[in-house]
């Protein structure tokens, strides 16, 4: 089995050369690139790639999953999903961003994720200093959810709400 494990400015990186079988799960985030084969399930946090290589054959779940050989199996990326033009994958996928460039073959059902955004990220997404969030989410005047010290915001209503004219930072 050749299995390499990497620095790279504090990104673990490791790739898989081989032919393996069972559960292969991260708690801590890695970047993590699958040039070989693989059965089974697939758990990763971080960035998990299919290498042009490759050939799964698993359930695979992830933050951000980048495809450029064989699945065969339902994927759930948290984050991003990203099909290569050699990609070849069939089975079902969950995600909030699909990128399909040309050339990929899909063969299954997406379902896009409404994607949670906290302060910070919506600020950025808005445009919109994280004080007047605040001033708008406190009065009510944006789509918001309070949770424990903090806000989230679903971007799907955050997209409806700012379409509507009610945008009056």
Avoid at 13 to 40: H, R, Y
Avoid at 77 to 99: E, H, Q, R, W, Y
């Amino acid at each position: 089995m050749a299995l390499r494990d990497k620095k790279d400015s504090d990104a673990k990186i490791i790739e898989i050369n081989a032919k393996m079988q069972g559960t292969l799960s991260f708690k801590d985030p890695v970047n993590l690139k699958i040039n070989g084969q693989f059965e089974g399930t697939l758990e990763s946090r971080g960035t998990l790639t299919v290498g042009e290589t490759a050939s799964v054959e698993a359930h695979v779940s992830g933050e951000n999953i980048v495809i450029a050989g064989k699945v065969r199996g339902d994927i759930v990326a948290k984050k991003m999903l990203v099909l290569m033009p050699s990609a070849v994958l069939t089975g079902n996928i969950s995600t909030p961003k699909l990128n399909v460039v040309e050339g990929a073959i899909f063969q299954g059902k997406c379902q896009m994720l409404d994607e949670d955004l906290d302060l910070d990220e919506l600020a950025k997404y808005l445009e919109i200093d994280t004080t007047s969030i605040v001033e708008l989410a406190n009065t009510g005047k944006i789509p918001a959810a309070k949770v424990g010290n903090g806000w989230k915001f679903k971007r799907s209503r955050i997209d409806e709400w700012a379409a509507s004219e009610k945008v009056k930072a």
